[in-house]
């Protein structure tokens, strides 16, 4: 199992600013990725975070607004730039730990980051 | 087209009472698994319980379980003897063989009434 801590855990930023979202899991796994979560809506894909290599991105999602690095393999980070009210979501990292698409004890998630921007 | 389909967006339960909460979904690999997470309002996700395509008998964890009827392609979880901790919204999800990412449902807000 993998047990992940996210800092912070809550925040209120201004228009125009940038957050930087940091992901800690307590060993290495084999994939990291970063979830955002609209008000009332389903969990939505933001990235795939490749250690060591620029992250995969899901369709409607670009770097430039969703800079995300990982250096290793159990830390990650997301940064939300030039902020506007519509990324007010929570956003929730995750990893994967297996090697094979269907175990369920290999998906874990992080407790969330609520992001609200005014 | 949606993988994953919760059609119910809220459901009621008095305390105690069982409450079945509806998925059904779409995939044309033989080979996937199903899950099920809670969140609470304070936003993380609790992995549930998991069921796998090729398994024989429905999955238990303790007062949830999981109604699979692979011919229909529904996935029901079941929550016996209601708790007011239950309330929370429900996530049904999808993973197909030899892929990392699963597909997830709207979601089930639930509600438990005392």
Known sequence: SAVISQKPSRDICQRGTSLTIQCQVDSQVTMMFWYRQQPGQSLTLIATANQGSEATYESGFVIDKFPISRPNLTFSTLTVSNMSPEDSSIYLCSAFTGTSGTSYNEQFFGPGTRLTVL | ?114
């Open chain 2, 1 to 114: 087209a949606q993988k994953i389909t919760q059609t119910q967006p809220g459901m009621f339960v008095q305390e105690k009472e069982a409450v079945t909460l509806d998925c059904t979904y779409d995939t044309s690999d033989p080979s996937y698994g199903l899950f099920w997470y809670k969140q609470p309002s304070s936003g993380e996700m609790i992995f549930l319980i998991y069921q796998g395509s090729y398994d024989q008998q429905n999955a238990t964890e303790g007062r949830y379980s999981l109604n699979f009827q692979k011919a229909r392609k529904s996935a029901n979880l079941v929550i016996s003897a209601s708790q007011l901790g239950d309330s929370a919204m429900y996530f049904c999800a999808m993973r197909e063989v030899g892929s990392y990412i699963p597909t997830f449902g709207r979601g089930t807000s639930l509600i438990v009434h005392p």
